[in-house]
């Protein structure tokens, strides 16, 4: 055994994460071999991190963008003798990672999953496992500390002032998603930013020349970040310096690049892509054991003292940092107790009061209102009155009317730029997928964020989407330009299939407003939507507004779909409809009333939404005794007939759309009063 302890150290972690993956019987060794290191001399000799309180607000963050390695957090996590935390943020005094946990590695209902999973194991800051995102993540995290930071702290209260971390690797740096994330981070000069770049130059088909040939250096010094480089992962004493150098500078993002062997010990194995995503095998595993100077037929071993050791670092800095913090914040919350209170709210995801308070009501309007438009007045009340939403677009503001416009409201820019960091209006470039990634960094801390662009690019940020609803985070995405009826734009603009995708995605809720009273409406539904994403579609187009002294009230919309209208009687026929099509069947509706046909109308702005009713509502809207119905909507057809039934007709898209002027596409494709009114005909027998 060698007497450093240290190296005792390092060579725990490796042999844990060697062993788990051994028992798995898969998972990902080599790169929890090779940094080690380079973890350890973060997690034990700079993070700012308290184990027993891992919720403090001004711990630093650690990010393991490389999320296969995720044997290589648990063994950190299990070490540091993180806390567990549990659902309501509540912090208990046992560990979040018992030996045992790491044995049952990968294995059902443990709280070791294959890769890190936020809120499921307490020391994991965010879900992790689709590269890039991490790297992504990272970058809204160190935006959320600057604005933090700007908005309050105050002279000798330095309520934030961490750093955030991300470990990323080979795969990450060739994502688009972490290009766009450096880029823009060098932009708005994050100097409390540091990725360790973990460069083994292999990945899952072998070496990396076979696919990534760049300079990394020189690409992310043209970013505007400063660059170090780390010769040998197992080189501590100079990563210590490194990361020394990466927190001084504070203009600049860091990047450090870490040149590693991948399985580092392996006799065989060691530099290999065979030691990347499977377990090492048992005899090599015992040679490796051997050459690390460990015990060869033991497994999960810790030596005596490694715990010890490890945390005499982390945790002795730590609780000293989170106890002097908690005792500013108590100095703090006295001086300044409203401040104190939003930070309350911040921590603890809830709602400031009177939010809603501007909420307006909009006026019955033949002509209307795009709803893009009536969102963006919207989205200005009710972010005047919640100080900590922001937010902004990929270039598509004028566009997406997500500018917020009150006196104030100011830009997110780094006074290089001329800025502040207190901004509440950020500008993310044409980067959609590092747009949302950054916001689900931004939500990790408590921040309202929304961001926004064309619903048809928000096939650029599936992975984000996804990721917040996994983690349940309420980010606000806003989607404008939700149809054909964009017009002239064409096929590539018309969004077809997007909110079936969007729909069909567990734990996002979609809305998609008919007039600028279901937009109201939707924002207030969405605001309270604290533990999902929400997403919002709306038109270029304007929409009129509903009467709704003729029509049932918007509020409606908070249940999904409600009745607009109805006649007397059992209906002959249902039309239902989201968004710009509720006009339509309002009008068909019109036309079919006269001759007679009783017609029920149904707003259905939120399939999500009216799911979650109870059966007795839904029947009461659609009775299932009624199988006469025609749904109509300018998107994909898949899943509508849910709604219509087998014996329903559904008014829908086909195939793509094409570029001309709205109205004529209208009766290109079929969305015309005229074709509403023969299907309800049909369908009412009539
Ligand atoms: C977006 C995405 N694409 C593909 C994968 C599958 N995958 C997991 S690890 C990996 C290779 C990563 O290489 P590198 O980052 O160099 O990790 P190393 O092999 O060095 O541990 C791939 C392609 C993934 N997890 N995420
Ligand atoms: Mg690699």
Not at 40 to 54: E, F, G, H, I, K
Not at 55 to 69: E, K, M, Q, T, Y
Not at 460 to 475: E, F, G, H, T
Not at 563 to 571: I, N, S
Request: overall charge negative; some cysteine; hydrophobic content about 40%.
């Amino acid at each position: 055994m060698p007497a450093n302890i240290d190296t005792l150290c390092i060579n725990t972690i490796r042999t844990l994460s060697m062993d788990a993956v051994q028992k798995a019987n898969s998972g990902h060794p080599g790169t929890a071999m090779a940094l080690a290191p380079v973890a350890y001399t973060l997690w034990r000799d700079v993070l700012n991190y308290d184990p027993a309180n891992p919720l403090w607000p001004n711990r630093d963050r650690f990010v393991l963008s490389i999320g296969h390695a995720s044997m290589l957090l648990y063994s950190l996590i299990h070490l540091a003798g993180i806390r567990d935390v549990r659902p309501g943020g509540v912090t208990h005094d046992r560990p979040a990672l018992t030996l045992e946990d790491l044995e049952r590695f990968r294995q059902l209902d443990s709280l070791t999953p294959g890769h890190p999973e936020y809120h499921h194991t307490a020391g994991v800051e965010t879900t992790t496992g689709p590269l890039g995102q991490g790297c992504g993540n990272s970058v809204g995290m160190a935006i959320a500390e600057k604005w933090l930071a700007e908005h309050y702290n105050r002279d000798g209260f330095r309520l934030f002032d961490h750093h955030v971390y991300a470990l990323c690797g080979d795969g990450d740096n060739m994502e688009g998603v972490a290009s766009e994330a450096a880029s823009i981070a060098g932009h708005l000069k994050l100097g409390n930013l540091t990725w360790i770049y973990d460069s083994n130059q292999i990945s899952i088909e072998g070496s990396t020349h076979i696919a990534f040939t760049e300079s990394v250096h020189k690409r992310f010094e043209a970013y505007g970040w400063h660059v170090l480089e780390l010769k040998d992962a197992n080189d501590t004493g100079t990563m210590r310096r490194l990361l020394a150098e990466a927190k001084a500078e504070t203009s600049r993002p860091t990047l450090i690049i870490v040149h590693s062997i991948i399985g580092w010990g392996a006799p065989h194995l060691a530099g290999t892509a065979e030691a990347h995503g499977a377990p090492l095998g048992v005899e090599e595993v015992r040679e490796t054991k051997k050459f690390y100077g460990w015990p060869e037929d033991k497994d999960f071993y810790v030596p005596e003292g490694v715990p010890e050791h490890f945390q005499a670092g982390i945790a002795t800095r730590g609780a000293a940092a989170s106890r002097t913090w908690g005792d500013l914040f108590a100095a703090y919350r006295a001086r300044y107790p409203a401040e104190a209170a939003q930070l309350d709210h911040i921590f603890a995801g809830t709602l400031p009061e009177g939010w809603d308070s501007g909420i307006p009501v909009f006026d019955a309007d033949a002509k209307g209102i795009a709803s893009r438009a009536s969102s963006g007045k919207v989205l200005n009340e009710i972010a005047k009155n919640y100080p900590w939403m922001l937010g902004g677009s990929a270039d598509l503001s004028p566009s997406t009317k997500t500018h917020l416009t009150f006196a104030g409201a100011g830009d997110f820019q780094p006074p290089q730029w001329n800025g502040t960091y207190g901004g509440r209006n950020l500008h993310f470039g044409v980067r959609e997928h590092a747009m949302g990634s950054i916001s689900n960094g931004m939500a990790l801390y408590g921040l309202r964020a929304y961001c926004s662009g064309f619903l048809i690019f928000s096939d650029y940020m599936k992975p984000p989407i996804r990721l917040s609803a996994l983690m349940k985070l309420p980010v606000i995405y806003i989607f404008t330009h939700d149809s054909i009826g964009v017009g002239e734009d064409g096929p590539t603009h018309q969004p077809i299939e997007q909110l079936a995708q969007l729909r069909a995605t567990p734990g996002v809720t979609l809305i998609r407003p008919a007039d600028a009273n279901e937009v109201a409406e939707a924002w207030r539904t969405l605001v309270q939507l604290t533990d999902r994403p929400s997403v919002l579609a709306l038109s270029r187009q304007n929409l009129p507004t509903i009467c709704r002294s003729t029509y049932a009230p918007a509020t409606g919309l908070a249940k999904g779909a409600y009745v607009l209208a109805d006649g007397e009687g059992r209906p002959d026929v249902i039309l239902m409809a989201t968004g710009s099509e509720v006009g339509l069947i309002i009008k068909a509706a019109e036309k079919l009333k006269a001759e007679g046909i009783r017609v029920r109308l149904v707003s259905m702005p939120s399939w999500d939404l009216f799911e979650a009713q109870p059966r007795s509502y839904r029947d009461s809207v659609l009775p299932p005794d009624v199988t006469a119905r025609v749904a109509v909507e300018q998107a994909a057809q898949l899943g509508w007939d849910r709604y219509t039934g087998l014996a329903g007709e559904t008014i829908v898209m086909h195939g793509f759309g094409a570029s001309a002027p709205a109205e004529q596409l209208e009766v290109k494709f079929g969305f015309t009063v005229e074709a509403v009114v023969a299907a309800a005909r049909r369908q009412a027998g009539k």
